[in-house]
């Protein structure tokens, strides 16, 4: 999974400076914003379900944000049309991804999760700014660059993939956004496509800061590699505990340890710096010790991490069996979800087709 923008820890600095914006939000939405609470957007590309990399990098700090601030979270269909996919598999992927995040705890009712692509707000303002956004910045975006140098050919959409990012952000007058260090970048860009959009048509945007958080890049099971469903090298998060345990067992673990009686190194270990995000402090450091000292061994330790995995991921793939027993009510939050969106979003597009001297669209 690609994810557009991911998230922060709910330890980051957050200062209440644009309240009036998030206030503004209420009127609109079922979820009200309360006064102080910051607007926050973040997207995720579908990729159907995610793994454990991408529920400790990010589902879990969506999950804090929605008790915090006024939360849009968007399944982003449209980035996701940059790269090739096949078309059968979209919905899927979509229904699939949505079913996970509320599984993992987003609530309906207190953040607004939706899918891009139903609130066609989204691509008239992308096009509207791309009327502002700069070319030479765009094609120095990292991410572009990279990402033009492995595709067979370079479409459009790539290249003015940030533009869209910048509207996804800007229809919700977002002040904050989740980023990770590879996502500052687009942010900057957006703050940039503000900057020329108040000084051309006038002042209405204001820029979004980035919620900063640790960075956390969580490796795949070969150690080597980030986690990564094309990969093959992940846990999902909706796995089967048998699955989770096979997996666990033959994840990668310190090449120097040849014997049982040799010590550990648990500070350097794959598996023992994942034990941290899965058990309680005391039972990190007993396994660590006893990897230290020698008292136990990889199958020892693993076992322990497994069970501790099965634990943790229990109440989510609970939820994911109940939501899943209902047919339909995937679909029916996500559409409401995108009423609630496309409210905010068309207060936005009528105040930006006022200053641009468009035509007001009829109800
Ligand atoms: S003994 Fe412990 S620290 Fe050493 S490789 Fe195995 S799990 Fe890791």
């Known amino acids: 999974m690609a994810p557009v923008m991911s998230v922060t820890t709910s330890s980051d600095p957050v200062t209440p400076e644009s309240t009036a914006t998030a206030g503004s939000a209420s009127a609109n939405g079922a979820v009200t914003a309360r006064p102080g609470r910051e607007v926050v957007f973040s997207g995720m590309q579908p990729s159907g379900g995610f793994h454990i990399g991408n529920y400790l990098g990010a589902v879990r700090d969506w999950v804090t944000l929605q008790d915090q601030h006024r939360c849009f979270y968007c399944v982003v269909d ?3 049309l940059t790269q090739s996919y096949d078309a059968a598999e979209m919905k899927g992927r979509v229904l699939d991804m949505a079913v996970e995040l509320l599984a993992c705890g987003i609530d309906p009712e207190r953040a607004t999760l939706f899918v891009q692509s139903e609130v066609a707000e989204h691509s008239e303002l992308a096009w509207i700014l791309s009327c502002v956004a700069p070319y030479g910045e765009l094609s120095r975006m990292t991410q572009f660059k990279e990402k033009g140098e492995r595709a067979e050919y370079v479409n ?3 290249f003015t993939y940030p533009v869209l990012m910048a509207a996804d952000i800007l229809l919700y007058r977002a002040t904050r956004v989740p980023v990770g260090e590879d996502q ?3 942010l900057e860009l957006t703050r940039e496509i503000v900057r020329r959009f108040n000084n051309r048509w006038g002042e209405l ?4 800061l980035p919620l900063h958080r640790e960075p956390l890049r969580i490796l795949g099971l070969d150690g080597k590699q980030k986690m990564s469903k094309s990969l093959n090298n992940y846990v999902g998060v909706g796995d089967a505990p048998e699955v989770i345990r096979k997996k666990i067992s ?3 673990t310190d090449e120097t340890r040849l014997r049982k009686k040799d010590p550990g190194h648990p500070e350097s270990c794959y598996v023992c710096g994942l034990q941290r995000f899965f058990s309680p402090e005391a039972k990190v450091a007993e396994l660590h010790e006893g990897c230290r000292t020698a008292r136990i ?3 020892d330790s693993k076992r322990a991490l497994a069970e501790a995995m099965v634990e943790t991921l229990a109440p989510i793939g609970e939820r994911k069996r109940q939501l899943l027993s209902q047919p339909g009510r995937v679909e029916e ?3 409401a979800g995108a009423e609630q969106a496309r409210r905010v979003a068309r207060e936005t597009l009528a105040e930006v087709r006022e200053r641009l001297g468009l ?4 109800p």
């Open 250 to 252: 033959n994840a990668f």
């Open 156 to 158: 459009t959409g790539l």
């Open 359 to 362: 035509l007001p669209r009829r």
């Open 78 to 80: 449209l980035h996701a």
């Open 333 to 335: 939050i996500l559409h």
């Open 297 to 299: 061994g990889c199958v």
């Open 184 to 186: 500052i970048q687009h």
């Open 205 to 208: 945007f204001k820029e979004p």
